[in-house]
């Protein structure tokens, strides 16, 4: 009991230089921590900066003037394969030409108003809502923006969605 008591509170000479190495190991461990940490946000800001120059990458269409088009107009844009309908209000949304069932190209039926699947017979509004199944999803569509009266559309991705909303459109 009384050797522990002893060995604890030793300072003795020879101990002095383990000391001193726990004190550099210590050292030694908060610098590596530190280039840790300063990596991952240099590896942090950089993956950022990526995509960054990703967005700008992006594939922009020039889809046409607001004045081409009049309210409940759909048209195909061969250029990006997609449709760009005007709805009763103005405004305007960007529907993915591929039907939400099993992938088949949709035609827009002129006499009908809508899309209809040759495939199954799924049928779509203007607003790419399903209005007849096998398919129960709504189209897919692309962001679009308005600048200076031309209608840009980004067809990099296009975006699933379950319902309709005027966030999926843009006016004037
Ligand atoms: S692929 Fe369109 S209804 Fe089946």
Excluded at 74 to 101: M, N, P, W
Excluded at 106 to 121: D, I, R, S
Excluded at 141 to 148: K, S
Aim: aromatic share 10%; charged share 20%; glycine share 8%.
């Amino acid at each position: 009991m009384e050797s522990t008591k002893q060995y604890k509170s030793c300072n003795c000479p020879h101990s002095r230089p383990r000391r001193s190495f726990l004190q550099w190991l210590w050292t030694a461990c908060l610098t590596l921590a530190a280039v840790e940490v300063g990596w991952l946000g240099f590896s942090i800001f950089n993956a950022s900066g990526k995509r960054g120059k990703e967005r700008t990458q992006d594939r922009i269409i020039d889809a046409g003037t607001v004045d081409q088009f009049k309210p409940g107009q759909v048209k195909a844009i061969a250029q990006g394969q997609f449709y760009l309908s005007r709805l009763e209000d103005g405004r305007f949304i960007a529907l993915s030409r591929v039907c939400t069932h099993l992938g088949c190209a949709l035609p827009w039926n002129y006499e009908k108003q809508a899309f209809v699947c040759p495939c199954h017979g799924s049928t779509f509004d203007r607003q790419g809502l399903a209005t007849r199944p096998p398919a129960t999803r709504p189209l897919d569509y692309y962001r679009v923006r308005i600048e200076n009266g031309v209608i840009m559309v980004n067809i990099t991705t296009s975006v699933g969605r379950s319902g309709f909303s005027s966030s999926q459109t843009a006016g004037v």
